[in-house]
């Protein structure tokens, strides 16, 4: 099966500090990346998303890097505040025809 | 909100029991989907339908039965449900299929 491979499992930041999270993906035929944030009791909510035409998208504090021939995407949160805590999902599809998500990270930005 | 609504939010079954769980979508998308979350793993997506037609079971168990009635309902029935079935179970819509998903807020559910 085509997976999305997600890292860290979790991950603990101060106040200020730079969050990464990394995906590798295996299917080169992938031609989206999305980033879900989910908060407790909530359902995963779209943060920000990348095609392979760029190598970079920047929306706020929030940037995705992506490496094509790595296969790999990743993401990066500036001046992390508490309220980022969350879980973050990678996901990767093929439009029309197929999503894959990885397991996820559990964010904690400590004040 | 998200424009996706999902009832009951939660839900505890005996193994016996039949259920449904029921996801309205007011965003005017043409796709929607039933994923289950558990703990530590990916989202496993179940069922797709696109424009009411199914395009997509993922060798999900036969007590599992999805209805889609018209493009902004749908519908997941339960019956003689195990235990390891436990989880939040989250539905979601997309104006084209796999792309810039909108999610409830799950139902959790717990079998007994």
């Known amino acids: 099966q085509q997976q999305v491979k997600q890292s860290p499992q979790s991950l603990i930041v101060q106040k200020g500090g730079i969050s990464i999270i990394n995906c590798a993906y295996e299917?080169?035929?992938?031609?989206?990346f999305p980033w879900y944030q989910q908060f407790p009791g909530k359902g995963p909510a779209l943060l920000i998303a990348i095609r392979p035409d760029v190598s970079e998208k920047k929306e706020g504090r929030f940037t995705i890097s992506f490496n094509k021939s790595a296969k790999q995407f990743s993401l990066h949160i500036m001046d992390s505040q508490p309220g980022d805590s969350a879980t973050y999902f990678c996901a990767a599809s093929l439009r029309n025809n197929d999503m894959r998500f990885g397991a996820g990270t559990r964010l904690t930005v400590k004040p | 909100e998200t424009g996706v609504t999902q009832t009951p939010r939660h839900l505890v079954m005996g193994m016996t029991n039949k259920k449904s769980l029921k996801c309205e979508q007011h965003l005017g998308h043409n796709a929607m989907y039933w994923y289950k979350q558990s703990a530590k793993k990916p989202l496993e997506l179940m069922f797709v339908?696109?424009?009411?037609?199914?395009?997509e079971n993922n060798s999900v168990p036969s007590r599992f039965s999805p209805e889609c009635p018209n493009s902004s309902h749908l519908f997941l029935h339960l019956h003689t449900l195990q235990p390891e079935d436990s989880a939040l179970y989250l539905c979601?819509?997309?104006?084209?299929?796999?792309?810039?998903?909108?999610f409830g807020s799950g139902t959790q559910l717990s079998v007994l």
């Open positions: 299917n080169t035929a992938f031609d989206y």
């Open positions: 979601a819509s997309s104006l084209q299929i796999y792309e810039k998903l909108f």
């Open positions: 339908y696109n424009f009411k037609e199914q395009t």
